[in-house]
């Protein structure tokens, strides 16, 4: 009976905890679709800045003329002038989207007032790796004949990796058969130097096994020799870039969330959640090598009285520049994080208890020494702080926790701005 009963309760705690898995794995989901969508909104209004300015002109000179031409009707003379301007307008606007379908998201021109658009009059640079003078012809005459695109040339590896180094490449088409390697070897080795540039392979095997062996190394496309065209050419270009920029938009946003994981949105520091979990790894260290380590719990004093104030946007902008203050008072191997609200810690690794508090001393004098301007006024800001060490014989690192928190306490019960040490 008492087994029956005990299984239940086993099967109810792991029903609970698949549920809450799958809670916290659609919460992740969530966040992720909205990482990805801020960064497509930012990057739809900068196209947007560029359209719009781009367009302007032709635009208004195309609406213009079809105004004229109403007014001029019956004058077939003028009416032929304004056929063909209106000719030569439309086709800086198809110019335009052309540009718009091809560009790069990360090249932006910059404007007056501090003001950046994506550039559009960027080129495409394509390098082309291929030892064969009349294919390489071919390629090269379709590409001129596409326009805006800026052609590189490697006839084997050697010429490669100095090409890719001087200059930003958008894409490399890749010839299967190099006189010393193939396209496969190559693409191995940019996959082993980092080099993420998309490739396509151009080749005349026609092979569909190589056609396989290339996508699964890295490649974008695959054309054969045979089907090079201007249309094909101009197809693969574009699909090519639009599968780069997604994936660069799935890696920035995967990056983003990364860091919003670790990070406090404010202030820019670790949040509590990270920080906990790196103060376990260091205490294991402790308790391993038998090093010193001190933690530091602080709280800036009388905060509400500046929320009340100057308001909470004030008490924002005290919190940001204290969290920059904190980072240029401690040490590259210290670790900072906000703690929660006004409550910041840092922690202190192989560091004894006199250093930890002299180097606080120094800081407590640094905040109250730096009144912070806020509009038209200036807020003084003072900070009490609690330290306590680990002591990996005795301590676990919840117990240090309250002692730094303790002794945070008796720091703002006598008196605020102040250091009390357990």
Known sequence: MLNITGRKKMEERLKQNLEELEKANRQIIEQQKTVIEEERLKVLLQMAGATAHEMNQPLMALLGYIELMSIHKNNKEKMDQYITKVENSGRRLADIVKKIQMIRHDEVKSYPGDSTILNLDQPINILSIEDNDHDYSRIQTILIQIGNIDIFRARDIDEVFRIISDHQLDIIFLDHFLPSCTGLDLLHQMKDKGIETPVVFITGSGDETVASKAIQAGAYE?????????????????????????????????????????????????NRRYFMEICDRETSGVQRYKS?????????????????????????????????????????????????GEEFAVLFPHTAIKDALSMCERFRKTIANHPIPYNEATVNVTVSMGLAPFYPDTDSFSSVIHKADKALNRAKKEGHNRIVAM
């Open 292 to 340: 010193s380590l001190v933690l530091c719990l602080m709280d800036l004093d009388h905060f509400k009285n500046i929320n009340d104030t100057y308001g909470h946007q004030c008490g924002d902008e005290v919190l940001k520049i204290f969290s920059e203050l904190v980072l240029e008072s401690i040490r590259k191997s210290d670790i900072a994080c906000r703690y929660g």
């Open 222 to 270: 695959y054309i054969p020799k045979t089907s090079v065209s201007i249309k094909s050419i101009s197809r693969v270009i574009y699909s090519t870039m639009e599968k780069y920029r997604l994936k660069n938009e799935v890696k920035q946003a995967m990056a983003k969330m990364a860091k919003m994981s670790t990070k406090d949105a404010l202030t820019g520091l670790y």
